[in-house]
T-cell receptor, first 114, second 114 residues
């Protein structure tokens, strides 16, 4: 089955630690995205990538970093510089091209800072 | 900037009631429009989409018509079920150089009572 996987489903972090969230897709999509969702709120774009070895900041990139070494993988690191990292993180992917913006989402990772 | 506006929730209905969730967008041109659904603790799933003006997207009894003259894409269902309880997001692509990104509304929580 094609799709997007995220791991782990739940993640706990102590203050001051960096953590990395995994996102893998086997849909052969060029574009991948990371969103943050806070309780009762919509999605905010953290980073996105349209091609391997290239990525751009979204609306709330401060305190986060990403890499895109392989087409299938787009890991997100939440650094200790992120002031309020407790949230639900969603990864998505899509085909590139005008009007072909449908994004497919993974199941999400819930990060809690202790 | 680009925006998608949807009615605030929560929307509470009795089973078999009629549902409307309003959505308006600001992107110019002829963007594709989407409705996503998020069940508790899960990622977003595409519910339906429309790719051009006057198109009607439909799935699982839900419908939405792309109204270019009113820049709207309201979600409707004739008879809701308890299992429809979820958060619904309207989405539209950004404009010009941002057309590969999706702009999401803030989400509308639907609660259906037996």
């Amino acid at each position: 089955d094609g799709g997007i996987t995220q791991s782990p489903k739940y993640l706990f972090r102590k203050e001051g630690q960096n953590v990395t969230l995994s996102c893998e897709q086997n849909l052969n999509h060029d574009a991948m995205y990371w969103y943050r969702q806070d309780p009762g709120q919509g999605l905010r774009l953290i980073y996105y990538s349209q091609i391997v070895n290239d990525f751009q900041k979204g609306d709330i990139a401060e305190g986060y970093s990403v890499s895109r070494e392989k087409k299938e993988s787009f890991p997100l690191t939440v650094t200790s510089a992120q002031k309020n990292p407790t949230a639900f993180y969603l990864c998505a992917s899509s085909i590139l091209g005008q009007g072909r913006n449908e994004q497919f989402f993974g199941p999400g990772t819930r990060l809690t800072v202790l | 900037g680009d925006s998608v506006t949807q009615m605030e929730g929560p929307v509470t209905l009795s089973e078999e009631a009629f549902l409307t969730i309003n959505c308006t967008y600001t992107a110019t041109g002829y963007p594709s429009l989407f409705w996503y659904v998020q069940y508790p603790g899960e990622g977003l799933q595409l519910l339906l989409k429309a790719t051009k003006a006057d198109d009607k997207g439909s799935n699982k009894g839900f419908e939405a018509t792309y109204r270019k003259e009113t820049t709207s894409f309201h979600l409707e269902k004739g008879s809701v079920q308890v299992s429809d309880s979820a958060v619904y997001f309207c989405a539209s692509p950004g404009q010009r150089d941002s057309s590969y990104k999706l702009i999401f509304g803030s989400g509308t929580r639907l609660l259906v009572r037996p």
